[in-house]
């Protein structure tokens, strides 16, 4: 008998619901915290990606490795592509990513090579982060794209508590 | 009146038939170099790529940046994406991932997270290549995956040839 997959330990935090009149990074990285809350619904990492142009969120998307078994479908990687297809141009010129972890390799260079104006992302990630936690490819020598990076400080501890908890209730959950 | 871009140089290359009997790396390399000839007749870089399991062929791509106006649509991501699908796990075990060019920073790191076992790449590139040209993710310290690598010397002269080609012919048409 194949057994159905244990469920997904319950979310125990709530979306946040900032006002659309102040559009800060704040504003933004909520947007992407509220993703994350949806990746944990769905039993993914809960990590989220919003990505902003003039104002306007152009992408949103969160972390569906598993669901989607592709190692490429984090939220970043996600977002890009949605922000590409909504530009109709793979040159994501004047966007800044909102995410609530520091990009992984992949994700730093998906910036990079994409060509966004700036990063904000709410935990630094001294173990994988390639926008200076573990290395920064925005450091290499012949790059010739640079991006403006906001590396911690919005919504920090709250995206940080959301990953620790996810993690926390994964390993607490009974075997089934 | 809009007028239809200039259609794409002609590709003065010819596609490999390598043997199907001998199943080395000139073999697996050649059918990622045939990738890369169908990407320069549709108009893109041509760079190719091909990921083999046990002796078999799960995937293969070419770059399609332009097209799908997706600048995450490089061989090597398509690719990773494809062998994931087919074996329903986004961890690709085993997996040797043949591509014409070093990958650059997000596609190195797609080899990372993605967990496969070899990279084979034909052409350095000491610019942006992340797998030992202008950094090696493979030494981040807190990684906890390591590639093993064959960097150059596959198939590195026809690859590098058809890319110089390339831009070669860009460089020279006609402005329309």
Same mark, same amino acid.
């Given at each position: ?78 977002? +890009?592509?949605? @922000? ?7 040159? %994501?010129? $004047? #966007? !800044? ?21 700036? +990063?904000?992302? @709410? ?7 390639? %926008?200076? $936690? #573990? !290395? ?24 940080r508590t959301?990953l620790q908890a996810?993690f926390r209730?994964?390993?607490? #959950?009974?075997?089934?």
């Amino acid at each position: 008998m194949v057994s159905s997959p244990p469920p997904p330990p319950p979310c125990p935090f709530d979306k946040r619901f900032p006002s659309q009149l102040r559009r800060d990074d704040t504003f933004f990285m909520s947007l992407a915290y509220n993703q994350a809350i949806d990746a944990w619904r769905l039993d993914e990492v809960p990590i989220g990606a919003v990505i902003e142009i003039g104002g306007e969120v152009v992408a949103s998307a969160h972390n569906t490795v598993e669901g989607a078994h592709d190692p490429t479908a984090h939220a970043e990687m996600l977002a +890009v592509t949605q @922000a590409a297809a909504h530009l109709g141009d793979w040159r %994501l010129e $004047g #966007a !800044t990513v909102y995410v609530t972890k520091e990009p992984c390799p992949m994700c730093s260079g998906a910036m990079l090579m994409s060509r966004v104006k700036r +990063v904000c992302y @709410a935990v630094p990630d001294p173990k994988m982060g390639c %926008l200076g $936690g #573990a !290395t920064n490819l925005n450091d290499l020598p012949r790059v010739n794209h640079h991006l403006e990076l906001t590396a911690g400080g919005v919504l920090e501890d709250e995206c940080r508590t959301l990953l620790q908890a996810f993690f926390r209730a994964k390993r607490d #959950a009974p075997d089934v």
